[in-house]
């Protein structure tokens, strides 16, 4: 079992800044990617940030500038430093992770997320 327990969201003002974090727990062999995505209401799920465990990063074009996505491979923790944010940013944020679970004599695929963390944007 994998859990995702995400943290960080809440109510800020247009122009203001959060940052997420996520934190991947349990039989965890190795991670290929972790990143976050976003729902807001009426709306299908889309990424925001990924990175990998090399650290190469991609962004929607939506948030380029203004979110940064980092992680720390050691605590399985991935982080999003979201700046200038807009009304529009306003959605459920879910943290996401890829790779391989279990152990090496009982592996199988990860694609596990969070609950979601909620972040509200005013203008």
């Known amino acids: 079992q994998v859990q995702l327990v995400e943290s960080g969201g809440g109510l800020v003002q247009a122009g203001g800044s959060l940052r997420l974090s996520c934190v991947a727990s349990g039989t965890i062999f190795s991670i290929n990617d972790m990143g976050w995505y976003r729902q807001a209401p009426g709306k299908q799920r889309e990424l925001v940030a990924d990175i990998t465990s090399g650290g190469s990063t991609k962004y929607a074009d939506s948030v380029k500038g203004r979110f940064t996505i980092s992680g720390d491979n050691a605590k399985n923790t991935v982080y999003l430093q979201m700046n200038s944010l807009k009304p529009e940013d306003t959605a459920v944020y879910y943290c996401?992770?890829?790779?391989?679970?279990?152990?090496?004599?009982?592996?199988?695929?990860?694609?596990?997320w969070g609950q979601g963390t909620l972040v509200t944007v005013s203008s």
């Open positions: 996401n992770v890829h790779g391989v679970g279990g152990t090496i004599f009982k592996a199988y695929g990860l694609d596990a």
